[in-house]
Structures are given as structure tokens and as C-alpha cells.
């Protein structure tokens, strides 16, 4: 509602879209310089010049979210993506952005269900990448496997995923199937001479 509301205001188009496009800029660049709140503020006014809910408000409000988030506002933002997706629910960027927020503040039942749609919906690689990535990143490793489990077959081959999961099971002091994961990983990546340290250290964690 606080999306729709921030676009209440009935607009002519041209000078408008320009000015909103000013105002979006702005807060991106302020977002670069962490300047968060600042950022919200400009993401605000870009929003209220418009009184539809096109491709650029929709980019606006993913980028207003993830203001409030940095803010620490994750009720606020979880409230803007939840608005957004009234509109559109299948916006997987907007529902990807709301798995990672509830992954943050320790909702795993619901970040792994929004993370899960959003890649069903995106089916890219990349999105799968970097959802087990943030499983991992909060702590939340049983919640990882559940979700590779679910991968695609290229999304659990991938390097990132392969390295991921060494990281994973290293971070559970599981070195075994750290061990494994590693050895996986140099199957399909020989020359990683990084991966070669680490299996060798692996090597001497489980004595093998």
C-alpha cells in the first residue's frame, strides 16, 4: 500500500518522466556512496511523479527496498515488495530481493520459499548461484542443502556452487564432505590452483 500510495499523484507525462528519471539516478548514486537515506528520499520523489506502475516505477521500487533494507527498515521494505508484487507476482526480482530480506532477519521458512520461487520463475543459473550463496552467507547451511537439492543439474555443476559448498561444509568443520565437494570441483576445474591448496589442507584435516 505504501507503494501505491507514493503514486497517488496524477502527472503530465514528458517533463515528468524526465525528472523522474533525475530523481532515479540521484538516489542510485547515492545508494553507491551509502548515502541510504538519502537514496529513499530520492526514490520517493521519483515514484510520486507517476501515476502508473510501469517497467521504470517497478525498477524505482526495487531500488527503494533495498534502501530501507541497508536502513535496517526490513518491515518497511518487505511492505514496498509486497506492494510491487500486487501489481506483479511474479516479478522475480522483487520476490528474489524479499527471500534475501527474510533471510537476513532469520525467516528461513520464508526466504527459502521466496528464493525458491524467484528462481522457478527466473530459471537462470546465476539467480540459483546467488541464492545458495546467501543460504550459506546467514548461517542458514541446512536450509543450503534443502535448496541444492532443489538446484537444476547446471546450477549444482556450476564453479560457484561447486566452490560454494566446500566453503559451506568447511564453515560446519564437515572437512569430509568438504573434501569431497573439493574434489568435485577439480574434476571439472583442473587448474584452479587455489582449490589445489585447499584440498591439500582438507587432505590433512581427515588424514586421507
Same mark, same amino acid.
Given at each position: 500500500? %505504501? @507503494?501505491i500510495a507514493a503514486m497517488a499523484v496524477s502527472?503530465?507525462?514528458?517533463?515528468?518522466?524526465k525528472k523522474q528519471d533525475e530523481y532515479k539516478r540521484t538516489g542510485i548514486e547515492q545508494m553507491d556512496d551509502g548515502q541510504y537515506d538519502k537514496a529513499l528520499k530520492s526514490?520517493?520523489? %521519483? @515514484?510520486?511523479?507517476?501515476?502508473t506502475v510501469g517497467r521504470d516505477e517497478k525498477d524505482i521500487a526495487l531500488y527503494k527496498a533495498s534502501a530501507q533494507h541497508e536502513l535496517g527498515k526490513n518491515g518497511d521494505a518487505i511492505n514496498t515488495l509486497n506492494g510491487l508484487m500486487k501489481f506483479d507476482a511474479d516479478d522475480y526480482k522483487a520476490v528474489f530481493l524479499r527471500g534475501c530480506i527474510y533471510a537476513d532477519i532469520n525467516r528461513p521458512q520464508k526466504a527459502v520459499a521466496d528464493l525458491k520461487k524467484a528462481c522457478s520463475l527466473s530459471k537462470r543459473t546465476s539467480l540459483y548461484e546467488s541464492a545458495y550463496q546467501t543460504l550459506i552467507s546467514v548461517g542458514m547451511d541446512d536450509c543450503a542443502e534443502d535448496f541444492y537439492d532443489d538446484m537444476p543439474k547446471e546450477a549444482r555443476a556450476s564453479k560457484k556452487v561447486l566452490k560454494l559448498r566446500v566453503i559451506g561444509f568447511e564453515k560446519k568443520a564437515d572437512f569430509a564432505s568438504a573434501l569431497d565437494s573439493a574434489d568435485s570441483y577439480l574434476t571439472q576445474f583442473p587448474d584452479d590452483e587455489d582449490m589445489k591448496k585447499e584440498e591439500a589442507f582438507l587432505k590433512l584435516q581427515t588424514g586421507s
Open positions: 500500500m %505504501a @507503494l502527472v503530465s507525462s514528458c517533463g515528468n518522466q526514490f520517493n520523489k %521519483a @515514484l510520486a511523479l507517476s501515476s
